[in-house]
Nanobody
Framework: QVQLVESGGGLVQPGGSLRLSCATS????????MHWYRQAPGKEREWVAR???????RYLDSVKGRFTISRDNNKRTAYLQMNSLKPEDTAIYYC????????WGQGTQVTVSL
């Protein structure tokens, strides 16, 4: 079964930065687009960013210019660099790929607060 293991979350003050990682296994990483999603308390899960197999990226409007998605095919890992964090970025962050079908990892908690 596909494995997605998110890490790198934590508590950070507004304006701070975090770098999330998504370690993967059990599928051909280099052949799949990778996504980051997030779910804030009491809200539905929302898509945040994607990077395709050619390195092309797209972002949710509210994170453009602040978040950067990247991938390292040799390490089978996707990243989300988050800068200028805001309280509204507080959520559990998940990575996802179509290879996983209905499987989601445990996510990593990001809390932006004074």
């Amino acid at each position: 079964q596909v494995q997605l293991v998110e890490s790198g979350g934590g508590l950070v003050q507004p304006g701070g930065s975090l770098r999330l990682s998504c370690a993967t296994s059990k599928f051909i990483f280099s052949a799949y687009t990778m996504h980051w999603y997030r779910q804030a308390p009491g809200k539905e899960r929302e898509w945040v960013a994607r990077i395709d197999i050619d390195g092309n990226t797209r972002y949710l409007d509210s994170v453009k210019g602040r978040f950067t998605i990247s991938r390292d095919n040799n390490k089978r890992t996707a990243y989300l660099q988050m800068n200028s964090l805001k309280p509204e970025d507080t959520a559990i962050y998940y990575c996802y790929t179509d290879a996983a079908r209905t499987y989601w990892g445990q996510g990593t908690q990001v809390t932006v607060s004074l």
